[in-house]
Each structure stands twice: as structure tokens, then as C-alpha cells.
């Protein structure tokens, strides 16, 4: 992609929710709703969004990652961001929280993660990635990423308090940046490809997509990353890449973009053409997202009583085959 282009694109990213709220006819700020955590009324929401639920659990007031469970269809999972304990919230399509699962270990500054299937099992993949204050490496833990099998759980009826069980994390890598300590809130498997991706939170034209080894053998010894490529998609909070491997989307506090690649493809030569930038719903604070399938984002936002929505995306274009070619 070039310079020009990409500055471009993340012009628009940032004033894309601006241009929608005129075009609409509603104010080009964010309303009262947006910011003491109000139900945004109907008309304030793109038309291609719909609200899933809102997240009323008290324990959950961060939130920072969330997947789109594999094992429990219509489930999703979270996590809090930095200060909380190491431990995962499954919550259901009403938003209850039907289990959490302590995971053995530390969580230093958790800020995403997601569940996807590699090797014939559904694992999750959680980014300790977090680092506002360059210290990771230093006066704090290196970064990591931390993955186990997606758990087997036993939800139990709604209204009764969540199944607690504790798991380990049956892999950690930690890792480092080929040079300093940029912050990072955004992670997504690429199993057909076998590595994670990176992606850097900085302003326009700063950001950078980095790449680790996808590997199912314990090490303790600290990797490095590799650089792949640059990204014009300013302040990311959040990644991921769809179950067919096919889509991209990348979110920040005020809206997103959606990349596509074609069987044999790869994410850089992808990446190097040009994205569709998403118009999302106004969230309080912008911060999470997943793909439910081929067909269907699903975002939402830091804090308490938080509202997940479901983005409805275009069709994604016919190749005739269904899945990407390594």
C-alpha cells in the first residue's frame, strides 16, 4: 500500500463516523448517550449494526479481548484489562456470564485475544501485550502470549452463578520487538500460515504488523518478532482474522477496517491493496472485537454494562473455493 494511500485510509478512519453522523442528521459529536453510558437510541446506529446485549456483570469492568467461542456457538469470551486476575468470562447471547475460568499463571496487562482451530482442537490465544509505559522487558514481565484449549465447561441456567473452574496455560512464549518497546493491543492466529499477529497501537502511518511463530512446543526462551509490514489503521484496540482465514478486521476507538484475500494470497500482498473501512456503532470506548463468522463482527467497549454489537458485513467475494491455499 502506498504512503499516499495509506495516509489516506486513515484519514478516513478516523472521520468516517463523523461523515455517517451528518449523513444521518444527527450531531457530529459524540452524544450523552456515548458518554455517561446511556442505550444509544435506534437511529444513532449504522444501519448494518444490531445490539447483541449488553454485559452486566460487575466483575467484568474492563473488558479488553473477546472471542467468539468455538465449542459454545453464541457464547463469547472476555477478559479485564491490566489489574485484574488472570481469569476468562464465557457470556452468553443475554449477557450473562455463565463461567470463568482462572487461568494458572500471571496476567501482567491482558488487552486481547481470540479462539480459533489449529491441529484439530479450538484453543485460545490470549495477548499479554500491553505496554503504555515501555517498561515491558524492564520493570515489568515481558511481553507474552499465552494459549490453551478452549475449556470444557458446564454452564448452568440463567440467573445461577457461573461454573469456576481453574486451567493451565499449556503454552507461553515470551517475546520481544525487534527494536524498542512499542505498545500493542491487537492479536490474531493465523493457523493457515502458522503464526500470530501483532499489531501496534500508534498514530497514522506509525503502526506496524508483527508476526510470531504459531508453534505447539514449550519453550522458555524469549523470541523475537518480525516486522511484516506497515498498516495506516491509527490507535488499533483490537484484531482478528475470521474462521475461513479470508477476512481481517482491525478496529480502533471510533471505527475499523476489513481486509480480504483471495486463496494463495497473503496477508501483506492483502494488506498492500486496499481495505473497506467499517462504520461501527458510537460505543463508549471503543476497544473489542471478533468475528462471529464470515458474515458478522462483533464489537464493543471498555467498562461496565457494556454493549456488544453484531456489524453485518458484505459477502464475501466468490474465489470457488472456501478455503485460502498455502
Not at 499449556?170 to 499477529?197: M, T
Request: with cysteine; net charge negative; glycine share 8%.
Amino acid at each position: 500500500m502506498s504512503k499516499r494511500r495509506g495516509k489516506a485510509l486513515a484519514l478516513l478512519l478516523l472521520i468516517s463516523p463523523l461523515i455517517w453522523a451528518v449523513v444521518v442528521g444527527i450531531t457530529p459529536w459524540p452524544s450523552a448517550a456515548f458518554f455517561y453510558g446511556l442505550e444509544p437510541v435506534p437511529d444513532e446506529s449504522p444501519e448494518n449494526a444490531e445490539e447483541v446485549c449488553s454485559i452486566r456483570d460487575w466483575e467484568i469492568s474492563e473488558s479488553s479481548g473477546l472471542a467468539a467461542s468455538l465449542r459454545y456457538p453464541g457464547y463469547f469470551w472476555t477478559h479485564n484489562d491490566s489489574g485484574d486476575e488472570p481469569r476468562l468470562f464465557l457470556v452468553d447471547r443475554f449477557g450473562e456470564t455463565r463461567a470463568v475460568v482462572r487461568v494458572l499463571g500471571e496476567a501482567t496487562d491482558w488487552e486481547d485475544m481470540c479462539c480459533f482451530q489449529h491441529a484439530d482442537q479450538n484453543w485460545l490465544l490470549i495477548g499479554d501485550v500491553g505496554d503504555n509505559s515501555e517498561t515491558r522487558g524492564g520493570s515489568r514481565p515481558p511481553c507474552s502470549l499465552i494459549m490453551l484449549p478452549e475449556p470444557l465447561v458446564k454452564p448452568g441456567a440463567i440467573g445461577s452463578p457461573p461454573h469456576q473452574i481453574s486451567r493451565p496455560a499449556h503454552y507461553q512464549w515470551k517475546f520481544r520487538y525487534p527494536s524498542g518497546r512499542p505498545d500493542c493491543e491487537s492479536i490474531a492466529a493465523d493457523p493457515e500460515n502458522n503464526r500470530v499477529l501483532l499489531l501496534t497501537k500508534a498514530a497514522p502511518g506509525q503502526a506496524t504488523l508483527y508476526s510470531l511463530p504459531l508453534s505447539l512446543r514449550r519453550s522458555v526462551a524469549t523470541r523475537t518478532a518480525t516486522e511484516v509490514c506497515q498498516l495506516p489503521v491509527p490507535w488499533a484496540t483490537a484484531m482478528d482474522i475470521s474462521p475461513g482465514g479470508r477476512r481481517m478486521v482491525i478496529v480502533n476507538p471510533l471505527s475499523g477496517v476489513l481486509f480480504d484475500r483471495d486463496p494463495g494470497q497473503s496477508w501483506e500482498d492483502a494488506i498492500a491493496g486496499s481495505g473497506s473501512v467499517l462504520t461501527l456503532p458510537l460505543r463508549r470506548q471503543g476497544e473489542t472485537a471478533c468475528f462471529e463468522n464470515e458474515r458478522s463482527v462483533i464489537v464493543g467497549s471498555e467498562g461496565r454494562w457494556q454493549l456488544l454489537w453484531r456489524v453485518q458485513l458484505k459477502e464475501l467475494a466468490s474465489t470457488g473455493t472456501d478455503q485460502p491455499q498455502n
